[in-house]
């Protein structure tokens, strides 16, 4: 890697969310060519299967992104970049932390044994899912509140998971509608937060598929807002409530108040919820915005049941960790399950989804287990998959890309995770992700 690659960044030279690239950049990790228009293109690079020449094609990555080498870089220079309660509101967890703590630190928990001699010349990370194929094993979780982070946040992940074919899942919480971001694309999920009022379910089930998606995803872990002290830290409230605090942060960070809120603004007037109910939401400045979260508390099995009777798409519940809730779901017709503590945004001190992934998976049959929280390596992707997950999700470096440079950084930091599972691969000596398992792991005891 060049000198210039390891050099500190600084954050203002990096592109704004949707800012134009460089024309004809073509990053040679990535497969993704860079337009002058800042949109994204299918480059003909490509790891399938992944050349073992020792010559390296000319390092393209635009010259802003090059020191953005890991996920954590995305979150180190958006630290720089966004006011103080916008990055704490995304990468903060509740209380004392520890639940988002214990997720990422779980994956320390385990060492790999490799093997060597073995032909990986012809190796692949696509998987299969829900029957489609997709080009890596993750793909990119729910994030609420996206278009307040980076300019149409919702379109820039949507757009950068079809260019490089992994699935994203739309927000409930998000700020463009479900039916735009469904029309930048077709192979999106949607991810509900629901009251126990059927009703209400209903018509929503049916706008969302009138819209198109194909994968409804039942958050079950947010009966109840988390404690989220650093929210009211850092002046971070929902509704939004403009205070001194509140107007120094965005005076003494213009990139973001100017080109995510006043250009949102300007273009696209005053952002709502567009995505809870079937109808509109209220503005996310209105204090009506709380009615969104009114009998979350009432949500129970028999509307699963109902949903699973009204949608004929694939239907997940998010936010499971008990291995006996996990079986109730699949009595209830769920095609899966995604073990999460929500980013440790939820119950503080909640067991990591790793450390309940082995027995979940031993007798998941059928049914999909796909894991998030505290996944920020191609290591920490292997190891969840030789567990027994079928696919995993991240949210917080995705959106931290977002915020740094639109759709090609998002491409650009899943590069990055998938040229690293693919390198990773080649040291465990396999060529598929099937033919890992958990023989090629040893368990080396709590990191945290």
């Given at each position: ?264 603004f300007i273009k696209h007037g005053v952002p ?31 509307n699963l049941e109902a949903i699973r009777r ?139």
């Amino acid at each position: 890697m060049p000198a210039l690659a390891r050099q500190e960044l600084d954050p203002d030279a990096l592109p704004a969310a949707g800012a134009a690239a460089p024309a004809s950049a073509v990053d040679p990790d990535t497969g993704i060519a860079l337009k002058a228009d800042g949109q994204t293109a299918q480059a003909t690079a490509s790891h399938e299967p992944l050349v073992t020449s020792l010559k390296r094609a000319p390092v393209t990555t635009p010259r802003a992104f090059r020191d953005l080498l890991a996920l954590d870089d995305f979150e180190r220079h958006a630290k720089r970049r966004l006011p103080p309660m916008i990055f704490q509101y995304v990468s903060g967890g509740v209380e004392t932390g520890t639940a988002m703590h214990r997720s990422r630190a779980a994956y320390a928990d385990y060492a790999f044994l490799t093997r060597t001699m073995v032909d990986t010349s012809a190796r692949s990370c696509t998987t299969e899912l829900f029957g489609k194929t997709y080009a890596a094993p993750f793909g990119i979780g729910p994030l609420g509140g996206s278009a307040f982070i980076a300019y149409r946040g919702d379109l820039v992940l949507a757009e950068a998971a079809g260019a490089q074919n992994i699935p994203m899942v739309l927000s409930a919480s998000s700020l463009i509608r479900l039916e735009d971001v469904h029309a930048q694309n077709r192979a999106a999920w949607y991810q509900a937060y629901l009251p126990g009022d059927q009703n209400r379910i209903d018509r929503l089930v049916d706008r969302v598929a009138r819209a198109g998606f194909e994968t409804f995803v039942v958050t079950a872990d947010t009966p109840t807002l988390g404690n989220r002290e650093h929210n009211t830290r850092s002046g971070f409230s929902m509704p939004i409530k403009v205070t001194p605090k509140v107007l120094w942060q965005s005076v003494t960070h213009p990139r973001w108040a100017l080109g995510v809120v006043a250009q949102t603004f300007i273009k696209h007037g005053v952002p709502h919820f567009e995505n809870m109910e079937a109808e509109r939401g209220p503005p996310m400045m209105s204090q009506n915005a709380v009615r969104n979260t009114i009998a979350r508390d009432k949500l129970c099995w028999a509307n699963l049941e109902a949903i699973r009777r009204r949608w004929k798409g694939n239907l997940l519940v998010k936010g499971l960790l008990n291995p006996a809730d996990v079986e109730i779901a699949r009595a209830c017709g769920a095609d899966g399950v995604i073990l999460s503590t929500h980013g440790g945004r939820q119950l503080d001190y909640a067991v990591a989804p790793l450390d309940v992934l082995p027995e979940i998976a031993a007798a998941k049959g059928s049914m999909k287990v796909i894991v998030d929280s505290g996944i920020r390596r191609g290591t920490d992707v292997l190891k969840a998959l030789a567990l027994g997950a079928d696919f995993v999700l991240l949210g917080r470096p995705f959106m931290f890309a977002a915020a740094l440079g639109g759709a090609p950084c998002v491409s650009h930091a899943i590069g990055i995770l998938k040229e690293e599972i693919l390198r990773d691969m080649a040291f465990l000596g396999a060529n598929r992700l099937d033919e890992l398992g958990p023989e090629i792991l040893r368990k080396v005891g709590r990191s945290d």
